[in-house]
């Protein structure tokens, strides 16, 4: 039985939970509370410990779906999701002041991770707010020495998420498929 | 069968045989078919084969028209797997050539229908296709989708649409000089150059700018990174095929884009202005253009770098571009070692390395270094076969078929 995971991960209200639940067979675990402080202004509830969800796969093989809380004070819970981790999706939201400096601060604190395994990223939210350009966060990838996918997604829709982890999964392995 | 007037064109015919087809078609076949020299209207394509340089001739054209019907006359007896080829022994029976006409014409008939049914399904169809069949899958306390996600969402090439994007090309032996004229074209003689050019001014003078190019108008707004135009998808796509000399006239616009020429003649004819992101309308009509095949001038003995992913959630997906996009963002590789190491037919590199040329995020590395070694995907990189066969496992899980179906024979 497989123990390996795909940890989502980004700030509050980029869409974790979300996009979980949308890949998950079953219905997702999420330790949501009523937020207080700074992350009330942009959600009501928020994770504050994880969520969890899960993808059946052939031969009652699983893969586990880990979220991160979104709150920076839970820091600490990273480096034991990643544990065994295939590699993580990065969900970001447009709308917010900086997402750049969003992703360049989870890119960071997730450098070891990623160096070991890959990253995809997902940018939420660009349909109601379009900049900055994804040209913009690539700018700043190439600069920090990473060239992962970004793309445009929206966390409730099956095949962008789908697409995202698809992409993940092919910077692991490009020629993945040749051995399937 | 609808009495509608079929054109053929002809190629490599003398005068004399020319004109004797003209009169054979106007009485004989009843006037259900005409000669045009046009080979743009025309539906099927007569050829004589045995004529000077008629092979070469017939290649030069699959090239340009690979989806087209084609008679080829010849002395010798001739097979072709392709279904669009066709094969009448000379000497000429007419009996014959009205039977294979009549057959085509059917045949096109109900292609011509099926061309109808397929403009009429809107790409919200499309998608909500594959989200009831996603839903299938899926836990049913799911929120609900919104109609912006429809429109927002990735369009996968459905099998019938798919060789507009990445043609039809069969792989070829690119060691073979006289098979590189196949797999390029000129970007810069086509529609696709002169919106390119067209964009690049807009943005150096961040101003809007109007081009006209083959007749057509495209209003391109810089600031807001969006295409304006009223032409519909149909008409674009085979104007994207075309080549000319005739030099792009590009008009700067110094308010915004409702001070245009264009914008005010359409308004007043009533014609609704559509609204394209500039990258998803770039990226698509780079695909129609290039079809299968790669920029003139591009090295093929060269690796080539991806500086980056394209935006492949929201533009038109070719087939493996995500495999093709993990692997060239890698390293810089050889197109050729892109197509073999992925095992997937040449068009599809091609077609996804022309769109990125042309979208600035792809090229020929300039390092001499790149050239130095074999393509290869070392064995570091190589998982272990069991996460190996793990992430097969969830790539069958996420698609919904196995992950070795569609590889190189699609």
């Known amino acids: 039985m497989s123990d390996l995971k795909i940890v989502f991960t980004g700030p509050v209200g980029a869409g974790k939970t979300t996009a979980i639940s949308t890949i998950s067979d079953e219905a ?46 839970f820091n600490f819970m990273w480096d034991i999701l990643t544990t065994n981790g295939l590699g993580l999706v990065l969900l970001l939201d447009n709308s917010r002041s900086d997402p750049v400096k969003d992703m360049l601060f989870f890119i960071n604190s997730f450098k070891p991770f990623i160096e070991k395994t890959a990253v995809a990223i997902g940018v939420t939210q660009t349909d109601r707010s379009p900049s900055p350009r994804l040209d913009v ?35 692991i392995s490009p020629d993945l498929g040749k051995t399937g | 069968m609808k009495s509608e007037l079929i054109r053929i064109s002809t190629l490599c015919l003398d005068l004399r045989t020319y004109n004797t087809f003209d009169i054979f078609l106007k009485t004989v076949c009843k006037k259900g078919y005409s000669l045009t ?25 699959q090239n340009k028209f690979p989806q087209r019907t084609v008679i080829i006359l010849s002395i010798l007896e001739k097979t072709y797997k392709e279904k669009n080829i066709h094969f009448i022994k000379k000497p000429l029976k007419h009996e014959e050539l009205i039977k294979k ?12 229908e099926k061309q109808i049914e397929i403009e009429k399904r809107t790409p919200r169809n499309t998608y909500q296709a594959s989200l009831e069949a996603n839903q299938k899958n899926s836990s049913s306390d799911r929120p609900p989708v919104s109609s912006a996600d429809l429109t927002n969402a990735a369009i996968i090439l459905e099998h019938e649409e798919e060789h507009h994007f990445v043609g039809t090309q069969k792989d070829i032996d690119l060691s073979i000089t006289r098979n590189l004229l196949r797999v390029f074209y000129h ?29 057509i108008g495209v209003l391109i707004d810089p600031k807001n990174y969006k295409a304006y135009t ?21 008009k700067r616009i110094n308010s915004s884009i409702t001070g245009s020429e264009s914008y005010t003649r359409k308004s007043k004819a009533g014609a609704e202005l559509v609204e394209w992101d500039i990258d998803v ?12 095949r790669i920029p003139k001038q591009t090295d093929l003995k060269s690796a080539v770098y991806l500086s980056h992913w394209p935006n492949l959630s929201r533009w038109e997906l070719v087939p493996h571009a995500l495999q093709i996009s993990a692997l060239m963002t890698k390293k810089p590789i050889r197109l050729s ?33 790149d050239n130095l070694f074999e393509d290869s995907i070392g064995e570091n990189e190589t998982e272990t076969p069991k996460k190996q066969s793990l992430m097969g496992k969830i790539l069958k899980r996420l698609t919904g078929k196995t992950i070795k179906s569609g590889r190189k024979q699609a």
């Open chain 2, 187 to 215: 970007p810069e003689k086509m529609f696709q150059g002169a919106i390119a050019h067209g964009y690049t001014l807009a943005k150096k003078n961040e101003t809007c700018v109007e081009i006209i190019t083959f007749g």
């Open chain 1, 28 to 73: 997702p675990v999420s330790t949501n509370e009523s937020a207080s402080d700074m992350t009330k202004k942009r959600k009501s509830n928020t994770t504050v410990a994880m969520d969890y969800g899960v993808m059946k796969l052939d031969g009652k093989e699983k893969i586990h779906l880990y979220g991160t809380p979104g709150q920076e004070r």
């Open chain 2, 101 to 112: 006409l009549h057959e085509l014409g059917e045949e096109n008939h109900r292609e011509s």
């Open chain 2, 337 to 369: 070692s892109v197509a073999s190491q992925l095992d997937i037919p040449q068009r599809y590199v091609f077609s996804f390395y022309s769109a990125c040329v042309c979208m600035g995020i792809a090229g020929v590395s300039k390092r001499q270094a």
């Open chain 2, 37 to 61: 020299e046009n080979h743009e209207e025309a539906k099927i394509t007569i050829i004589d084969f045995d004529a000077f340089e008629g092979e070469s001739k017939l290649l030069e054209f």
């Open chain 2, 230 to 250: 009223v032409v519909s998808d149909s008409v674009l796509r085979p104007i994207c095929l075309l080549e000319t000399e005739d030099k792009a006239v590009y």
């Open chain 1, 137 to 171: 966060y690539h700018e700043a990838l190439s600069e920090a020495g990473f060239s992962p996918a970004v793309f445009s997604v929206d966390a409730r829709n099956y095949r962008d998420i789908s697409m995202l982890v698809q992409s993940l999964l092919f910077s």
């Open chain 2, 281 to 292: 309308f770039l990226w698509k009509i780079s695909l129609w253009s290039s079809r299968g």
